[in-house]
C-alpha cells in the first residue's frame, strides 16, 4: 500500500486540517482494509482490490459532461459541479437555498466524522482524503420548487466527495446526486442529510460509473419529528458497487421511503446495505430493493430494521426482489430484523427467481415475439422503482436502462 499511502500523506500535510485528516488515516491504517471473514464484507471481491493501483490527486481533472449530465441538468434549478472530490462550481443560488464548499471534519450528527464512522474503514479513508464539503442549506419555510442537481465526476485515479444536506423547518426541496467517469478508479463518497421537523426532502442518488470502477458508497439520513425523507439509490455502473444507506428516526412521526435498484451485467457485483434505525416510536419506515443480474454479475442485498425499546408504534417494512436473466448471475438476500419494543408492526419479505414463465407465455400468446416479450417483463420490473422519480428525471433513467438492456444477454429456461 506504499504508492497509495505516499500519496494519501503528501496530500494530508499539504491541508490547512492536516492534524483531524491525519487522525482519520492513521484510524484506518490501525484497521487496514477489510476481509471476506468480516460478516459485512463476505461476499466482495476484496483479493482483487489493491489500493496502489490508486493515488491521490492534489487537484480536480478537466472533465466535460456526458450527454446524460447535460440533459439532467436542463431542468434543475441549481447545479453544483464536483470534479474529482473538488467542489469546482456553485451556479445562481435560489431564494433560500445556501450552498458552499467548507473544510470541515464534523458530522451532521455534531459527532467528528472519525468518531461517527469509527467501524468503516472506507468513511475513515473519506474523513482523511475528502478535499472538502459540498454542505447544501435550505432555509426554514422554504420551498425548492426546481431540483438541485449534484453533478460528480471522477476523472482522476480516486475520488472522495462529501455532501452534506440540510433542510430547516417547514422545508422542501428534490435533490440529485448524479456520479459519472471513475474509468480504473476508487470511488468513495459520503453524504448526510439533516431532515428538520416537518421537512422533506426527495433524494435520487444515481450512479453510472465506468464499469471498471470500485465504488464504495455510505449515506445517513438524520430525520426530525414528521420529516420525510423519500431516498431512491440507482446503481447501474461500477465493477465493484458497494452502497450503504443509513436512517436514523430521532423524531415521532419521522418517515422514510427507500428505494434501491440495480442493473448487473457482465462480473459486476452490486452490494446494497440498510439500516433503518428507529430510535423513537411512531416513526415509519418502507424498504423496497430490487434489482436484476445478467451474464456472470453477482448482487447482495443486506439490509436490517433496527426498533429501539421504548420506539411504540413503530411500523416498519422491508422487501427486496431479484430477477436473475442468466443461469451463471447469482444474487443473495439477507433481511434481518432487530426489535427490542413489543408494540410495533415490522415485516420483511425477499425473493430471488428467474422471470415468470406464465407471464411470458401469455405475452407470446399474444403474438410478442420471445425476446420482446422477456424485455417488456425487464422494464416492467423495473417500473416501479421509477414511477417515483420527477417525471424528467424517470424519463431519463428509464432511457437509461433501456439502453443498457439492449446490450444485456438474457437466457432464460
Given at each position: 500500500?506504499?504508492?497509495?499511502?505516499?500519496?494519501?500523506?503528501?496530500?494530508?500535510?499539504?491541508?490547512?486540517?492536516?492534524?483531524?485528516?491525519?487522525?482519520?488515516?492513521?484510524?484506518?491504517?490501525?484497521?487496514?482494509?477489510?476481509?471476506?471473514?468480516?460478516?459485512?464484507?463476505?461476499?466482495?471481491?476484496?483479493?482483487?482490490?489493491?489500493?496502489?493501483?490508486?493515488?491521490?490527486?492534489?487537484?480536480?481533472?478537466?472533465?466535460?459532461?456526458?450527454?446524460?449530465?447535460?440533459?439532467?441538468?436542463?431542468?434543475?434549478?441549481?447545479?453544483?459541479?464536483?470534479?474529482?472530490?473538488?467542489?469546482?462550481?456553485?451556479?445562481?443560488?435560489?431564494?433560500?437555498?445556501?450552498?458552499?464548499?467548507?473544510?470541515?471534519?464534523?458530522?451532521?450528527?455534531?459527532?467528528?466524522?472519525?468518531?461517527?464512522?469509527?467501524?468503516?474503514?472506507?468513511?475513515?479513508?473519506?474523513?482523511?482524503?475528502?478535499?472538502?464539503?459540498?454542505?447544501?442549506?435550505?432555509?426554514?419555510?422554504?420551498?425548492?420548487?426546481?431540483?438541485?442537481?449534484?453533478?460528480?465526476?471522477?476523472?482522476?485515479?480516486?475520488?472522495?466527495?462529501?455532501?452534506?444536506?440540510?433542510?430547516?423547518?417547514?422545508?422542501?426541496?428534490?435533490?440529485?446526486?448524479?456520479?459519472?467517469?471513475?474509468?480504473?478508479?476508487?470511488?468513495?463518497?459520503?453524504?448526510?442529510?439533516?431532515?428538520?421537523?416537518?421537512?422533506?426532502?426527495?433524494l435520487i442518488t444515481y450512479q453510472r460509473l465506468?464499469?471498471?470502477?470500485?465504488?464504495?458508497?455510505?449515506?445517513?439520513?438524520?430525520?426530525?419529528?414528521?420529516?420525510?425523507?423519500?431516498?431512491?439509490?440507482?446503481?447501474?455502473?461500477?465493477?465493484?458497487?458497494?452502497?450503504?444507506?443509513?436512517?436514523?428516526?430521532?423524531?415521532?412521526?419521522?418517515?422514510?421511503?427507500?428505494?434501491?435498484?440495480?442493473?448487473?451485467?457482465?462480473?459486476?457485483?452490486?452490494?446494497?446495505?440498510?439500516?433503518?434505525?428507529?430510535?423513537?416510536?411512531?416513526?415509519?419506515?418502507?424498504?423496497?430493493?430490487?434489482?436484476?443480474?445478467?451474464?456472470?454479475?453477482?448482487?447482495?442485498?443486506?439490509?436490517?430494521?433496527?426498533?429501539?425499546?421504548?420506539?411504540?408504534?413503530?411500523?416498519?417494512?422491508?422487501?427486496?426482489?431479484?430477477?436473475?436473466?442468466?443461469?451463471?448471475?447469482?444474487?443473495?438476500?439477507?433481511?434481518?430484523?432487530?426489535?427490542?419494543?413489543n408494540d410495533v408492526m415490522c415485516a420483511h419479505?425477499?425473493?430471488?427467481?428467474?422471470?415468470?414463465?406464465?407471464?411470458?407465455?401469455?405475452?407470446?400468446?399474444?403474438?410478442?415475439?420471445?425476446?420482446?416479450?422477456?424485455?417488456?417483463?425487464?422494464?416492467?420490473?423495473?417500473?416501479?422503482?421509477?414511477?417515483?422519480?420527477?417525471?424528467?428525471?424517470?424519463?431519463l433513467v428509464e432511457q437509461d436502462v433501456t439502453?443498457?438492456?439492449?446490450?444485456?444477454?438474457?437466457?432464460?429456461?
Open positions: 500500500m506504499k504508492t497509495f499511502a505516499d500519496s494519501a500523506t503528501s496530500f494530508i500535510a499539504s491541508q490547512s486540517d492536516a492534524a483531524s485528516r491525519q487522525g482519520a488515516f492513521n484510524a484506518f491504517e490501525a484497521t487496514g482494509l477489510p476481509t471476506t471473514t468480516d460478516e459485512v464484507w463476505r461476499y466482495a471481491p476484496l483479493s482483487e482490490l489493491s489500493l496502489d493501483k490508486f493515488s491521490i490527486t492534489s487537484s480536480p481533472s478537466n472533465h466535460t459532461d456526458s450527454s446524460f449530465a447535460i440533459d439532467l441538468t436542463k431542468s434543475a434549478g441549481l447545479v453544483i459541479r464536483v470534479v474529482d472530490g473538488y467542489c469546482v462550481n456553485i451556479g445562481d443560488l435560489p431564494k433560500g437555498v445556501h450552498a458552499e464548499s467548507v473544510e470541515s471534519s464534523t458530522s451532521l450528527s455534531g459527532q467528528s466524522l472519525t468518531l461517527r464512522y469509527e467501524s468503516d474503514t472506507f468513511a475513515q479513508l473519506n474523513a482523511a482524503l475528502a478535499p472538502s464539503t459540498t454542505v447544501i442549506r435550505i432555509d426554514a419555510g422554504v420551498h425548492v420548487e426546481q431540483p438541485i442537481i449534484v453533478l460528480n465526476a471522477t476523472s482522476a485515479q480516486s475520488s472522495f466527495s462529501r455532501t452534506q444536506i440540510e433542510l430547516a423547518k417547514g422545508s422542501s426541496a428534490t435533490i440529485v446526486e448524479y456520479f459519472e467517469g471513475g474509468e480504473n478508479a476508487l470511488v468513495v463518497p459520503l453524504s448526510e442529510y439533516s431532515i428538520g421537523e416537518n421537512a422533506s426532502l426527495q465506468n464499469a471498471t470502477a470500485w465504488h464504495v458508497a455510505r449515506t445517513t439520513g438524520l430525520i426530525q419529528r414528521d420529516g420525510r425523507l423519500r431516498q431512491a439509490v440507482i446503481g447501474i455502473g461500477g465493477y465493484y458497487n458497494r452502497s450503504r444507506n443509513d436512517a436514523e428516526f430521532l423524531g415521532t412521526g419521522a418517515e422514510n421511503e427507500l428505494r434501491t435498484t440495480f442493473l448487473g451485467s457482465g462480473k459486476q457485483v452490486h452490494d446494497f446495505r440498510t439500516r433503518q434505525f428507529h430510535k423513537v416510536g411512531r416513526s415509519r419506515s418502507t424498504l423496497l430493493s430490487k434489482g436484476a443480474v445478467a451474464d456472470e454479475s453477482r448482487s447482495v442485498y443486506t439490509g436490517v430494521i433496527e426498533i429501539e425499546k421504548g420506539a411504540k408504534r413503530t411500523d416498519a417494512r422491508q422487501t427486496n426482489h431479484n430477477l436473475l436473466l442468466s443461469p451463471h448471475a447469482h444474487a443473495d438476500s439477507v433481511p434481518n430484523l432487530d426489535i427490542r419494543e419479505a425477499s425473493s430471488v427467481g428467474p422471470l415468470d414463465e406464465l407471464q411470458r407465455w401469455y405475452l407470446e400468446s399474444r403474438g410478442v415475439s420471445r425476446p420482446d416479450a422477456e424485455r417488456l417483463m425487464i422494464q416492467g420490473f423495473f417500473n416501479e422503482m421509477l414511477t417515483t422519480l420527477p417525471k424528467e428525471l424517470a424519463q439502453s443498457v438492456l439492449s446490450q444485456v444477454n438474457v437466457v432464460t429456461p
